[in-house]
């Protein structure tokens, strides 16, 4: 990526390591408590300064990611 000049492919690579994690550990980020979406986690992407939100699916066996959310943005998406 242009913007990241040191470390080209940082951004892939947290979320890769972001759904590994979420993929074997879906309790493996914080509860996201305010919002209406029963379940909802996030994950920090530290590197890049993302969140991912996710949540389990409807059958329970798979993970929904709903949001990537840059830090900086404050507020937290609307789910």
């Known amino acids: 990526m242009a913007n990241r000049e040191m ?21 493996a980020g914080e509860p996201v408590v305010h919002s209406t979406v029963v379940g909802v986690r996030r994950l920090l992407l530290g590197r890049v300064h993302y969140h991912v939100y996710y949540a389990p699916g ?20 609307e789910l």
């Open 7 to 27: 470390a080209p492919e940082a951004f892939a690579e947290e979320i890769d390591r972001a759904f590994d994690m979420i993929r074997w550990l879906p309790s």
């Open 58 to 77: 409807p059958t329970g066996d798979t993970v929904d990611v709903l949001a990537l959310w840059h830090t900086s943005r404050g507020e937290p998406p």
